[in-house]
């Protein structure tokens, strides 16, 4: 079935250089295929990872449609409540050892607002104890609508989630 | 506007390719087979692929643990399948980036190339998608840092509703469906790859698929040996709680990991928009203008086929005949895909320089060169040939050495798009006429040509194996190819000076006949 008879042609030194060239090859590619190494994180560093989305509360609040905006509508569509769908933005800030590191409005997601606002930010921080404030707006106001503080020990090489819970309205530090 | 780039790395091909001529024969070149090579490795990484699909498990529980008795318990076995699976892959890119590279560098991507170039950007993008998504399989640390990192760079296109990245935030976020998933795009991308690999060539007649013998098992037997002395190995498990700290990276495939990092995925996403635009637009930025293509001449067409057997881009197809004369077939020009290399001219058998000018015609046509204008650079070489001994006329093309640099005392040149445009009864007619002692024919190394075909044309119907054949009555001793790449001006020179120290040779020895009385008598 397979045909060796191409090797009589082929001359000797061609042999030795075919050898070499697969040794160069092959070792260019052993080399770069796992280096060199990369270093991401020092071995005194920790991560602490900012996510959370969360719905901004509703742009307009809802209104009950007087007679005449009913007799407007389409008789399919005569819903008594009248609801925007759109969300107001949410604004996120992060207060790291009493330094204000992250400061984010985020727009609702979705061609009609309709949708979460999104954070995502990761952090290298030197491991030890630090203290982390965090806050987020979700409404009209100018005061924040939930806060949270903790003084955290971030452990090298772990990472550090903060997050929030939407049903409890409340911020969870995990990996503390 | 790529000149000066060009002009750098041409060099640098070019000298390599000597060098590796003398290393292992041009014969096993891989810089001439670099496409070749790159689907030879992808069957190879097919392969191995499909039987490591056996073992592997996809639940989040087994999967890293299933890696690991792949590599290890039958290590001589699934570990080397493994082996081969990764270094194949990296071999793909190694061989992809240069032959991409060789091609802007010979200027083979626009014009009539564009197809060829434009099909190879997605390509590339199957194949590092193919090569990444294989890595996460895996599911050790090294691929929990490239879930991450792909993830966050998706999506901050935000085009899922939720981040994507948060599935990755917690232990026990992850299911068994995931693997699932990945396991179905590490499929279905790489059998994407392969259906535009084969777009890819779809416009090139006889494109070199498949590596010669020696080298392809000469890469099979390095890559085996690699395997198994440099076996493919896990980083520790994934675990959402641990960031991934010191990794060793696939440099092939992920270059542009470290560049996220420092750079984050607003710039990333700029850098390859602007590297995918600048490649799909790139033919079109040389603004060259295209040599007219080949015409046909129905009159003289009588649809023997060679034309389209011969020319290396399929621009040439047969159609059924419209003019009404008793031939079934006609032939075609794709004006689109035509290179205008001359080569279905070459082919033509009524591509011939004995009749008048007036009768002179032929069935397919350079409007550029026209078979009229050959003949007469033709006779006008004939003609500056004032005597002498061992007088030769040499054929040159417009890629390889500039073939008017060897004119002088006794030769004298014509210079043709491609060498394959010569038809071999225009080397009948130099010898028989006497117009010459002997005929060389030159052009780019085989695997350099600027037409894909030439040389190899040339060689074939000069020794008569290809039709349309040089005819018997011309003594072969007096015909010659030498093929010189322009690097090489000095080879062309020795071979031309060993052709007429044969030619002198072969006029001192009784055995040759006086050959200017034998064409007149
Ligand atoms: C999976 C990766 C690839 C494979 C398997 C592949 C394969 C091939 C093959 C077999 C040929 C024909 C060579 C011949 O016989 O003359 C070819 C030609 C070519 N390729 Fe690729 N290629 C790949 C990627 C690319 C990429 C990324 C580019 C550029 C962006 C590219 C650009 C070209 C060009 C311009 C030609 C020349 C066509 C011609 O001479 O008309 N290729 N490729
Ligand atoms: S000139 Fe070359 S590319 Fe054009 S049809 Fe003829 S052989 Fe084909
Ligand atoms: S080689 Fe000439 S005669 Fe034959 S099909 Fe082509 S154009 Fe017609």
Same mark, same amino acid.
């Given at each position: 079935?397979?045909?060796?008879?191409?090797?009589?042609?082929?001359?000797?030194?061609?042999?030795?250089?075919?050898?070499?060239?697969?040794?160069?090859?092959?070792?260019?590619?052993?080399?770069?295929?796992?280096?060199?190494?990369?270093?991401?994180?020092?071995?005194?560093?920790?991560?602490?990872?900012?996510?959370?989305?969360?719905?901004?509360?509703?742009?307009?609040?809802?209104?009950?449609?007087?007679?005449?905006?009913?007799?407007?509508?389409?008789?399919?569509?005569?819903?008594?409540?009248?609801?925007?769908?759109?969300?107001?933005?949410?604004?996120?800030?992060?207060?790291?050892?009493?330094?204000?590191?992250?400061?984010?409005?985020?727009?609702?997601?979705?061609?009609?607002?309709?949708?979460?606002?999104?954070?995502?930010?990761?952090?290298?921080?030197?491991?030890?104890?630090?203290?982390?404030?965090?806050?987020?707006?979700?409404?009209?106001?100018?005061?924040?609508?939930?806060?949270?503080?903790?003084?955290?020990?971030?452990?090298?090489?772990?990472?550090?989630?903060?997050?929030?819970?939407?049903?409890?309205?409340?911020?969870?530090?995990?990996?503390? | 506007?790529?000149?000066?780039? $060009?002009? #750098?790395?041409?060099?640098?091909?070019?000298?390599?390719?000597?060098?590796?001529?003398?290393?292992?024969?041009?014969?096993?070149?891989?810089?001439?087979?670099?496409?070749?090579?790159?689907?030879?490795?992808?069957?190879?990484?097919?392969?191995?692929?499909?039987?490591?699909?056996?073992?592997?498990?996809?639940?989040?529980?087994?999967?890293? $643990?299933?890696?690991?008795? @792949?590599?290890?318990? $039958?290590?001589?076995?699934?570990?080397?399948?493994?082996?081969?699976?990764?270094?194949?892959?990296?071999?793909?890119?190694?061989?992809?980036?240069?032959?991409?590279?060789?091609?802007?560098? %010979?200027?083979?991507?626009?014009?009539?190339?564009? %197809?060829?170039?434009?099909?190879?950007?997605?390509?590339?993008?199957?194949?590092?998608?193919?090569? @990444? +998504?294989?890595?996460?399989?895996?599911?050790?640390?090294?691929?929990?840092?490239? &879930?991450?990192?792909?993830?966050?760079?998706?999506?901050?296109?935000?085009?899922?509703?939720?981040?994507?990245?948060?599935?990755?935030?917690?232990?026990? =976020?992850?299911?068994?469906?995931?693997?699932?998933?990945?396991?179905?795009?590490?499929? =279905?991308?790489? !059998?994407? #790859?392969?259906?535009?690999?084969?777009?890819?060539?779809?416009?090139?007649?006889? *494109?070199?698929?498949?590596?010669?013998?020696?080298?392809?098992?000469?890469?099979?037997?390095?890559?085996? &040996?690699?395997?198994?002395?440099?076996?493919? +190995?896990?980083?520790?498990?994934?675990? !959402?709680? /641990?960031?991934?700290?010191?990794?060793?990276?696939?440099?092939?495939?992920?270059?542009?990991?470290? /560049? =996220?990092?420092?750079?984050? *995925?607003?710039?990333?996403?700029?850098? /390859?928009?602007?590297?995918?635009?600048?490649?799909?637009?790139? *033919?079109?930025?040389? =603004?060259?203008?295209?040599?007219?293509?080949?015409?046909?001449?129905?009159? $003289?067409?009588?649809?023997?086929?060679?034309?389209?057997?011969?020319?290396?881009?399929?621009?040439?197809?047969? @159609?059924?005949? +419209?003019?009404?004369?008793?031939?079934?077939?006609?032939?075609?020009?794709?004006?689109?895909?035509?290179?205008?290399?001359?080569?279905?001219?070459?082919?033509?058998?009524?591509?011939?320089?004995?009749?008048?000018?007036?009768?002179?015609?032929?069935?397919?046509?350079?409007?550029?060169?026209?078979?009229?204008?050959?003949?007469?650079?033709?006779?006008?070489?004939?003609?500056?040939?004032?005597?002498?001994?061992?007088?030769?006329?040499?054929?040159?093309?417009?890629?390889? /050495?500039?073939?008017?640099?060897?004119?002088?005392?006794?030769?004298?040149?014509?210079?043709?798009?491609?060498?394959?445009?010569?038809?071999?009864?225009?080397?009948?007619?130099?010898?028989?006429?006497?117009?010459?002692?002997?005929?060389? #024919? +030159?052009?780019?190394?085989?695997?350099?040509?600027?037409?894909?075909?030439?040389?190899?044309?040339?060689?074939?119907?000069?020794?008569?194996?290809?039709?349309?054949?040089?005819?018997?009555?011309?003594?072969?001793?007096?015909?010659?190819?030498?093929?010189?790449?322009?690097?090489?001006?000095?080879? #062309?020179?020795?071979?031309?000076?060993?052709?007429?120290?044969?030619?002198?040779? !072969?006029?001192?020895?009784?055995?040759?006949?006086?050959?200017?009385?034998?064409?007149?008598?």
């Amino acid at each position: 079935m397979l045909d060796f008879g191409f090797l009589k042609t082929v001359r000797p030194r061609h042999f030795l250089g075919q050898a070499l060239i697969y040794l160069g090859t092959a070792a260019f590619i052993a080399w770069l295929s796992a280096h060199p190494t990369y270093t991401r994180l020092a071995p005194d560093q920790g991560v602490l990872k900012l996510s959370l989305t969360h719905a901004g509360q509703r742009a307009e609040p809802c209104h009950e449609r007087t007679p005449e905006e009913l007799a407007k509508l389409p008789p399919n569509m005569r819903a008594k409540m009248s609801c925007s769908r759109a969300r107001l933005p949410v604004t996120l800030e992060m207060d790291l050892n009493g330094k204000t590191i992250f400061r984010e409005t985020a727009a609702p997601a979705g061609l009609s607002k309709d949708g979460n606002s999104r954070f995502y930010h990761r952090y290298v921080l030197p491991a030890g104890a630090h203290r982390l404030a965090v806050r987020l707006r979700d409404g009209r106001g100018p005061a924040f609508d939930y806060t949270a503080e903790r003084d955290v020990i971030v452990q090298p090489g772990k990472i550090m989630v903060i997050d929030f819970i939407n049903d409890k309205g409340q911020f969870i530090f995990l990996g503390v | 506007m790529f000149k000066p780039l $060009q002009s #750098l790395l041409r060099p640098i091909f070019l000298r390599l390719e000597s060098g590796v001529d003398w290393l292992v024969g041009p014969g096993a070149n891989p810089l001439y087979h670099l496409g070749a090579l790159t689907f030879f490795f992808f069957w190879i990484v097919a392969a191995t692929g499909l039987y490591l699909f056996i073992p592997y498990e996809t639940s989040v529980a087994t999967v890293y $643990q299933s890696v690991e008795k @792949i590599t290890h318990e $039958q290590w001589y076995f699934s570990g080397v399948m493994r082996s081969l699976h990764r270094y194949g892959s990296d071999a793909m890119v190694v061989t992809t980036m240069v032959h991409l590279t060789r091609e802007f560098a %010979f200027d083979r991507f626009s014009g009539a190339r564009w %197809f060829a170039w434009i099909t190879g950007v997605p390509l590339l993008a199957f194949l590092f998608t193919s090569g @990444i +998504t294989g890595y996460w399989l895996v599911w050790d640390m090294l691929a929990q840092y490239l &879930a991450v990192g792909s993830l966050e760079w998706v999506d901050w296109f935000g085009i899922f509703g939720e981040s994507t990245a948060r599935n990755f935030l917690f232990r026990g =976020f992850l299911t068994d469906r995931f693997f699932t998933l990945l396991i179905f795009i590490h499929i =279905f991308v790489p !059998l994407f #790859l392969l259906i535009v690999m084969f777009v890819h060539i779809i416009r090139i007649s006889r *494109p070199g698929v498949n590596p010669p013998k020696l080298l392809a098992w000469g890469t099979f037997l390095m890559l085996l &040996a690699l395997s198994f002395v440099f076996p493919a +190995t896990s980083h520790g498990p994934a675990d !959402l709680g /641990v960031e991934p700290a010191v990794l060793n990276l696939d440099w092939f495939y992920m270059f542009l990991y470290p /560049v =996220f990092d420092n750079w984050g *995925p607003a710039k990333l996403w700029a850098l /390859v928009a602007v590297v995918a635009v600048a490649l799909f637009v790139m *033919p079109w930025l040389q =603004f060259k203008k295209r040599p007219a293509a080949a015409e046909v001449h129905l009159d $003289q067409c009588n649809g023997c086929t060679r034309c389209t057997l011969d020319c290396p881009f399929g621009a040439v197809v047969m @159609i059924n005949r +419209t003019d009404g004369r008793p031939f079934a077939r006609e032939a075609k020009v794709d004006p689109d895909i035509c290179t205008a290399c001359g080569i279905c001219v070459g082919s033509c058998p009524t591509s011939t320089p004995f009749r008048s000018a007036a009768q002179l015609a032929t069935g397919i046509d350079l409007p550029g060169l026209p078979l009229v204008a050959l003949k007469e650079k033709v006779v006008a070489a004939m003609d500056r040939l004032n005597g002498g001994p061992a007088t030769v006329i040499v054929f040159g093309c417009e890629h390889g /050495v500039d073939a008017a640099s060897l004119e002088g005392e006794g030769v004298a040149s014509v210079t043709v798009p491609c060498t394959g445009m010569i038809p071999p009864p225009f080397v009948d007619f130099i010898l028989s006429d006497g117009g010459a002692d002997g005929v060389l #024919l +030159t052009g780019c190394r085989p695997g350099d040509c600027f037409h894909r075909l030439g040389p190899r044309w040339t060689d074939a119907r000069m020794t008569g194996a290809r039709e349309p054949a040089l005819r018997d009555r011309v003594p072969r001793e007096r015909v010659r190819t030498a093929w010189a790449s322009p690097d090489q001006p000095n080879k #062309l020179k020795a071979e031309m000076a060993a052709f007429r120290a044969d030619l002198a040779a !072969l006029e001192a020895s009784a055995v040759a006949p006086p050959k200017k009385e034998a064409a007149h008598a």
